[in-house]
């Protein structure tokens, strides 16, 4: 956890955790939009023969769980479906709104949902397993529905670091070659509680990693908010009437990301969350990818277009990829 992140409560986050279950008793944008099949099929032209297959991880996203309409029944069957191909990932990555929602919660109510997700992890994920933290995954930062302060211990992302056991906000780890960066989108703002950004401590860390990452290693940056996202034409009307909902839609600093990625043609994939919409947008040299959502619209059915699901991605040793995104036959419950 990052000093300058406001919601770094200084505890030991484990044993908070713990001992707070236990007292608690709670047993378009100027680029070119493709469909997904014209992009997927784009990476993978180039020497097709020799370029050799790297890794397969599965991006599930947006699990949403608590403790209504079936959601850890749906969260364990997606689990499991993702675990059950021939081939199956060799690790899962979680891309935040792990829980329904800590941000206007009571502890009481967000220990729960993370109690949950605990559960279903440890009876149905038999992988290595990624994090990246979402907007849903915050406590209390809405302070009047969460009856918070923000000066209680775990307050802000304290909780879901721990539950993720994160020791930081954002990281990285390599995997076959590949470079992955794991960023911390949700940045806090004091009117509209929100919005997509890197702060400046990360923004920092973020260009470092980049500039010592070598030219040859292909890189994937994963975020929960989308750097770029055509999302504007699903929720416009929404936009419309409620538009101090806009910063929280994308990163609102991504002119500065694109400005940085231009100095870097190894960074090849964005991988994200957040909107529900499965999407793919590929700009100039670099693929935006939104793996919709495990819960779909929140365990009610389908969100727009968009049916519950997850993505499988295949990395090559040539920078290339692909991807699906693969339903796993949820019904959503009445
Ligand atoms: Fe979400």
């Given at each position: 956890m990052k000093p300058s992140d406001p919601s770094a409560a200084n505890f030991s986050r484990r044993h908070f955790l713990n001992q707070t279950i236990a007292a608690s008793s709670l047993a378009g944008l100027g680029g070119l939009i493709s469909s997904q099949s014209e992009v997927q099929a784009a990476p993978t032209q180039n020497n097709k023969a020799e370029k050799k297959h790297a890794v397969r991880f599965a991006h599930l996203t947006d699990t949403h769980v608590y403790s209504g309409r079936s959601a850890a029944k749906g969260m364990s069957e997606a689990f499991q479906h993702a675990q059950s191909h021939d081939t199956p990932p060799e690790f899962i990555l979680t891309g935040g709104?792990?829980?329904?929602?800590?941000?206007?919660?009571t502890l009481k109510s967000g220990l729960e949902q993370w109690k949950i997700w605990e559960s279903v992890l440890k009876n149905d994920c038999s992988v290595p397993l990624h994090h990246c933290i979402g907007n849903h995954d915050v406590w209390g930062w809405d302070k009047k529905r969460s009856k918070t302060k923000g000066t209680e211990p775990g307050w802000g992302k304290g909780i879901a670091l721990d539950q993720f056991e994160m020791k930081e906000r954002y990281y990285t780890f390599d995997q076959a070659g590949w470079r992955f960066i794991v960023l911390d989108s949700i940045h806090y703002d004091e009117n509209i509680i929100y919005r997509g950004e890197l702060d400046q401590e990360q923004f920092e860390w973020f260009a470092k990693q980049l500039k010592n990452t070598p030219s040859t290693m292909p890189v994937i940056v994963i975020s929960h908010i989308p750097i770029l996202t055509a999302s504007d034409f699903v929720f416009g009307e929404i936009l419309v009437t409620q538009p101090h909902r806009r910063p929280g839609l994308s990163h609102q600093d991504n002119y500065k990301i694109m400005k940085l990625f231009y100095q870097h043609p190894n960074v090849k994939l964005c991988l994200s969350g957040h909107t529900h919409s499965t999407e793919v947008i590929q700009l100039h040299d670099k693929t935006f990818i939104n793996s919709g959502a495990v819960c779909g619209l929140w365990w009610k059915g389908n969100h727009y277009h968009t049916s519950e699901g997850y993505n499988m991605i295949d990395l090559y040793d040539d920078g290339s990829f692909d991807h699906e995104y693969i339903t796993y036959n949820w019904e959503a419950k009445k």
């Open positions: 709104d792990a829980v329904m929602d800590t941000l206007a919660t």
